[in-house]
């Protein structure tokens, strides 16, 4: 019995990951996008899956911030405004029915078992980012310390 329990949970967390949505542009099941905003200010989204937490989604959105900083020429930016949206849905389980009649006294008896019905969420990160020179960054990061370097963030993603 114990052996099952820990094959099973192995079994769910193998799936789990395995089917998290990958680091990808938007598709049918999850990824990233992106919208200018203005000249230096884009906003990013990662849409993920069933099997994708809150904390990949915002990993995923910041490293496209810092991808789109390095394509247009920047070195560093600084996120704005983020927000995190859980959508979830339910699936519809199953139930089962048997029972007998006695004979003699004519009591019913009846067990009804349910099966399934799941819960999934689908997690939404989006983050408004403005794209910094090496200089401006210096500039706020005395500031307040929220600036990102878009290579070494990208350097230690190992995702």
């Not at 006695?102 to 990160?125: R, V």
């Not at 370097?149 to 993603?157: D, H, K």
Request: some cysteine; hydrophobic content about 30%; overall charge negative.
């Amino acid at each position: 019995m114990f052996m099952y329990k820990i094959c099973s949970i192995l079994t769910i967390l193998i799936i789990t990951t395995s089917c998290a949505t990958s680091y990808k542009e938007d598709g049918l099941t999850g990824g990233y996008s992106q919208v200018q905003i203005n000249e230096n200010t884009w906003q990013v989204s990662f849409r993920g899956n069933g099997y994708t937490s809150q904390t990949r989604a915002q990993r995923f959105a910041m490293r496209r911030a810092a991808e789109i900083t390095i394509e247009q020429g920047f070195t560093h930016f600084i996120i704005t405004q983020s927000s995190s949206q859980i959508s979830t849905m339910e699936t519809q389980g199953n139930s089962s029915t048997s029972g007998y009649v006695d004979q003699d006294s004519g009591y019913f008896n009846a067990n009804t078992t349910n099966y399934g019905g799941m819960t999934f969420s689908f997690p939404t990160e989006n983050s408004y980012f403005v794209l910094l020179k090496e200089t401006e960054a210096k500039e706020i990061g005395s500031l307040n310390g929220l600036v990102y370097n878009a290579e070494l963030y990208i350097s230690q993603f190992s995702d």
